[in-house]
Nanobody
Framework: QVHLVQSGGGSVQPGGSLRLSCAAS????????MHWYRQAPDKAREWVAT???????NYSDSVKDRFTVSRHNPRSTVLLQMNSLKPEDTAVYYC?????????WGQGTQVTVSS
């Protein structure tokens, strides 16, 4: 059974930083691309970042140059470092993997950016 367990997040002032972590179990982690999504209140879930199995990264335009996705395969963990946070980054953040023909999600982590 696959589990994605998230940690991190919280509240921060504009310009601050937070780091999210997502620990996977039940999959051969190093073989899978991992993704981060977010969902703001009353908005659709949107893609944020991807790191492939080989470590290549891609970001949405809204977070490019501020967020960094990384992975630590021995710990089956994917990280999202978020810098220069803006109020519009406020959302619930989810890690995601497509495995065994299924879309699998973490439990979600609230990130609030407010002064």
């Amino acid at each position: 059974q696959v589990h994605l367990v998230q940690s991190g997040g919280g509240s921060v002032q504009p310009g601050g930083s937070l780091r999210l972590s997502c620990a996977a179990s039940g999959i051969n982690f190093s073989r899978y691309a991992m993704h981060w999504y977010r969902q703001a209140p009353d908005k659709a879930r949107e893609w944020v970042a991807t790191i492939t199995s080989t470590g290549s990264t891609n970001y949405s335009d809204s977070v490019k140059d501020r967020f960094t996705v990384s992975r630590h395969n021995p710990r089956s963990t994917v990280l999202l470092q978020m810098n220069s946070l803006k109020p519009e980054d406020t959302a619930v953040y989810y890690c995601h993997v497509r495995a065994y023909s299924r879309d699998l999600w973490g439990q979600g982590t609230q990130v609030t950016v407010s002064s």
